[in-house]
């Protein structure tokens, strides 16, 4: 029995790689989504993702599959796809089947990232991922990015940003956040105001989350060093995740504040694997006993449904 009453896969954009993980003519099987996908680079640049096997004989194309311009050539039988997943050739046939395709993925690339589009009823994106433009200012420090795989389903984890309560007793944090949220279709934030222990005493810190969807979450926080986290996300299968967070600071090319930047980041790594223990070993509560003093949950749930196909 599932441990979550809601849907292994929501609808949304999700991570499969980031661009410094895929040079043109790469080509990178993945599971996501409890399916083989395969992820390519073409000849012209763009990041596509294919369902992974052929439909002639069932290669994976992710193994030994070749690039060719802007598509993929099966590695059994040399049958060549083009970027839209459309069978163009059969190199020892006469005529290439009519209905020869391997599914093609919506994919968008932003702020160094490749994303997918899942959709259970196969529908078109509903909403964007934002172009941030920290991650094309020099003031701002070359992503640094980590990979967790995580026993559990992000949904789950992602209310962590409306549980204030938890920084105190898990993080450490000297006093309770003051938290506002706002909802506006797609997009959960959350704004928090907090007070950070640092070896030189407190300091007043904000730390805003906006959720686009699911899988993609933006992180920034003051207060020592401004800091960017983008947070992915990607359903593996029903019970694992694959979780990325990729980290960067405003150091300005101050060597100081470079200092400073790479403690803030080893101790946002040590604030999540903090959670990790929690998160793989909870159960899920459809209807949890809260106080008044507790986040609201309920605004988060009530988000989170538009993304699920099947009624929860």
């Not at 078109?124 to 701002?140: F, G, N, T």
């Not at 207060?223 to 694992?240: K, R, S, V, Y």
């Not at 040590?270 to 809260?290: C, S, T």
Request: hydrophobic letters at 35%; aromatic letters at 12%; glycine letters at 8%.
């Amino acid at each position: 029995m599932s441990r979550f009453p809601y849907p292994a896969y929501p609808n949304g954009w999700f991570r499969v790689a980031y661009s410094e993980e895929l040079a043109p003519g790469d080509v990178k099987p993945v599971h996501y989504f409890g399916r083989e996908l395969v992820v390519f680079r073409g000849e012209d640049g763009e990041a596509r993702v294919f369902d992974a096997f052929c439909p002639h004989l069932g290669a994976h194309l992710g193994h030994g599959g070749k690039v060719e311009g802007d598509g993929i050539r099966c590695p059994f039988h040399a049958w060549r796809f083009d970027g839209e997943g459309s069978c163009v050739e059969v190199p020892y046939a006469k005529r290439v089947p009519p209905k020869a395709r391997v599914a093609a993925w919506p994919v968008c690339e932003r702020n160094g990232i490749v994303l997918v589009h899942h959709h259970a009823e196969g529908k078109p994106p509903s909403y964007e991922i934002p172009v941030l433009e920290e991650c094309s200012d020099a003031a701002w420090s070359k992503p640094e990015n980590r990979f967790w795989k995580v026993r559990s389903r992000w949904l789950d984890m992602n209310e962590n940003a409306v549980d204030g309560i938890h920084f105190k007793y898990i993080h450490g944090v000297p006093s309770f956040p003051t938290a506002e949220i706002h909802v506006d279709g797609p997009v959960f934030r959350v704004d928090n105001t907090m007070r950070f222990s640092t070896p030189k005493g407190e300091i007043d810190s904000t730390l805003t989350t906006i959720d686009h969807g699911p899988g993609f979450q933006i992180v920034r926080i003051t207060g020592a060093i401004d800091t960017l986290m983008l947070n992915t996300a990607t359903p593996i299968d029903e019970d694992d995740t694959d979780v990325s967070f990729s980290y960067s600071v405003r150091h300005e090319g101050d060597e100081q504040k470079k200092r400073v930047g790479a403690a803030r980041i080893r101790d946002l790594e040590h604030q999540f694997e903090q959670d990790l223990p929690i998160w793989e070993n909870k159960a899920y509560h459809e209807k949890p006993m809260l106080c008044a003093e507790d986040g609201d949950f309920g605004a988060y749930r009530r988000w989170m449904r538009q993304f699920f196909s099947e009624s929860w």
